[in-house]
C-alpha cells in the first residue's frame, strides 16, 4: 500500500532576482515501493541547488528544468538507496545531519548573496527550510555513508591515472593552492546553573498550562522557537525522523492531547503536544525553553581550549588530544582532519585567516566560530598552478578514482532500479518541459 503524504506548500518564486509567485504545490512526482516523492521536495531541492550555484529559474529556465529533473531522479535513487541501507542497518547521526545542514545553509546563503536573498531562492524561511530539508538531509547522508562502502574497494592503477590525464587535461584547470588542514573543536556549551534554570522556567509553564493557560497562547508568549510559536507552537504535519532524536521518540510514543513533562535535547527543554499521528507522520507543537550560554561558560571553554594548546608539541599530541576532547564527531576519529582545503572556497569565514596565516605543524591559539572554539593545526600547504602529471600525481589519481566510481555507481544504480517498484509521473510544473 502507497503511503499516502500530503503536504501543501506555497513556494515563493522568483523576481529578476528569484521574484515571488505563489504556486501551490500538492502532487506526487514518483512513488518507489509505495514510498512517495512529492514535487513540493523535489522544487524545495532544486531551489537550493539553484541558490547555490546561482541559477535564476526566470532568466535560465533550461537549466532550472534540469535541476528539477535531477533532483526528481536522485529523490528516487536516494530512497532505493535508503530501502538497501536499512536492510545492513545502516545509520548516520544527529550531530551529523545538522552540521551537514548547516554546511548547506551557510553555502546557500553565501551563493545568494545574503540571508534575505536565500529566503527568496528558496521560497521559505531559513528555518523552515531546514526543519523541512532535515529528512532529505538524512537520506542523503545515509546514502552516501551505503555507497561509500560499497566503492571502498575499487582502486585505480597508475595507467588509468596516465589515461586520465592525458583525455581530460585541456579541460582540467589550474589547481588552488591547498591546506592540509586538522582541527579540535569544543563546542559552548550551557553550564549545569544555566541547564536548571531552563528546566525550572519550562516547569513553571507547565504549571500554568495545567492551571489553565492554553498551550497556544503559552507558546506564543514564552516559546524560544520564534518561528513555530507565532503559530502557538505547532510544527504541522512532519515524517518520522524528522526531529533529533530525543524529540522525534518523544512525539512517537506520547498519547495524543497530553502535555508531556518536559524532554532534553541538544536544543534546551521542551514541552510537546501531539495534536495527530498517522503511520509515520505527527502533527504536534512544542514549547523551547533554551539554556542560556554565558559569557562565563564562553571563558571557561576559552580556558579550556587555550589550556590543551599548551599541551600540544608535535602533530601526534594534537591528534591524541582530538580523540580525547574533539565535539566534532565527523573529524574526531580520523584525528582531526577536515580535508585539502581551498579557501577561496572555504565557508567558515573566521578560519580562513588562521588556515592561510599559520606555520604549519604547530597549534594555533583558540578560534571562536558558531559552531565553538576550535585549535587549528595544518599539516603542509601545497602551492596551486597548471596541472602536471609530477606535481599533481595525488589529485589526478584522485580525480580518476572518483571518476572510475561514479561510472560504477551510474552503472550500479540504474541495475538496482531496475529490481524496485518505481512510478514517475509527468512533472507538471511551469518551469518542467517534459
Do not use: C
Not at 25 to 48: C, F
Not at 88 to 114: C, H, Y
Not at 333 to 338: A, E, I, L, N, V
Not at 398 to 423: P, T
Amino acid at each position: 500500500m502507497e503511503i499516502k503524504i500530503k503536504k501543501t506548500l506555497l513556494i515563493l518564486l522568483f523576481s529578476v532576482a528569484f521574484s515571488q509567485e505563489e504556486i501551490l504545490l500538492d502532487k506526487v512526482s514518483a512513488v518507489v515501493e509505495g514510498k512517495i516523492v512529492l514535487l513540493s521536495d523535489v522544487v524545495l531541492a532544486a531551489n537550493a541547488l539553484a541558490a547555490e550555484q546561482r541559477i535564476n529559474p526566470t532568466t535560465n529556465p533550461t537549466e532550472y528544468n534540469n535541476l528539477l529533473l535531477k533532483s526528481s531522479e536522485s529523490m528516487i535513487e536516494q530512497l532505493v538507496i535508503i530501502k538497501m541501507a536499512e536492510v545492513d542497518s545502516v545509520e548516520v547521526l544527529d550531530k551529523d545531519i545538522d552540521r551537514a545542514l548547516e554546511r548547506q545553509i551557510e553555502n546557500i546563503i553565501s551563493q545568494a548573496g545574503g540571508k534575505e536573498e536565500a529566503e527568496m531562492a528558496l521560497g521559505r524561511k531559513i528555518s523552515d527550510f531546514k526543519r523541512s530539508y532535515r529528512d532529505d538531509m538524512r537520506g542523503k547522508l545515509l546514502a552516501e555513508k551505503y555507497t561509500g562502502s560499497l566503492t571502498s574497494g575499487i582502486s585505480i592503477t597508475r595507467g588509468e591515472v596516465i589515461s586520465f590525464y592525458n583525455t581530460f587535461k585541456d579541460s582540467i584547470g589550474p589547481f588552488p593552492t591547498l591546506y592540509k588542514t586538522r582541527h579540535l573543536l569544543l563546542e559552548i556549551k550551557p553550564s549545569e546553573k544555566s541547564l536548571q534554570e531552563a528546566l525550572t522556567k519550562i516547569q513553571n509553564i507547565r504549571n500554568e498550562i495545567v492551571n489553565g493557560l492554553s498551550f497556544e497562547e503559552a507558546a506564543k508568549k514564552y516559546s524560544q522557537d520564534k518561528q513555530s510559536g507565532e503559530n502557538g507552537g505547532n510544527l504541522g504535519y512532519v515524517p518520522r525522523g524528522t526531529f533529533v532524536q530525543e524529540f522525534d521518540r518523544a512525539v512517537f510514543t506520547l498519547d495524543p492531547n497530553v502535555l508531556s513533562e518536559p524532554i532534553k535535547t541538544q536544543f534546551g527543554y521542551h514541552l510537546i503536544e501531539v495534536l495527530q499521528r498517522s503511520g509515520e507522520k505527527v502533527n504536534a507543537r512544542h514549547i523551547l525553553i533554551s539554556a542560556n550560554v554565558s559569557e562565563e561558560d564562553k571563558n571557561l571553554t576559552y580556558k579550556k581550549t587555550a589550556s590543551i594548546v599548551k599541551e600540544i608539541k608535535n602533530k601526534d599530541d594534537f591528534i591524541l588530544k582530538v580523540k580525547e576532547f574533539s565535539d566534532d564527531t565527523t573529524s574526531g576519529p580520523k584525528g582531526g582532519y577536515m580535508g585539502m582545503i581551498n579557501l577561496d572556497q572555504y565557508q567558515v569565514k573566521e578560519l580562513v585567516d588562521v588556515i592561510k596565516n599559520i606555520s604549519p605543524n604547530t597549534p594555533s591559539a583558540p578560534v571562536l566560530t558558531g559552531f565553538g572554539y576550535h585549535i587549528v593545526w595544518v599539516d603542509e600547504k601545497i602551492e596551486g598552478g597548471p596541472a602536471s602529471l609530477d606535481k599533481n600525481w595525488l589529485d589526478l589519481e584522485q580525480m580518476a578514482l572518483n571518476q572510475k566510481k561514479s561510472d560504477w555507481y551510474s552503472n550500479w544504480i540504474e541495475e538496482i532500479k531496475l529490481k524496485f517498484y518505481i512510478k514517475r509521473n509527468p512533472l507538471t510544473y511551469p518551469q518542467i518541459k517534459n
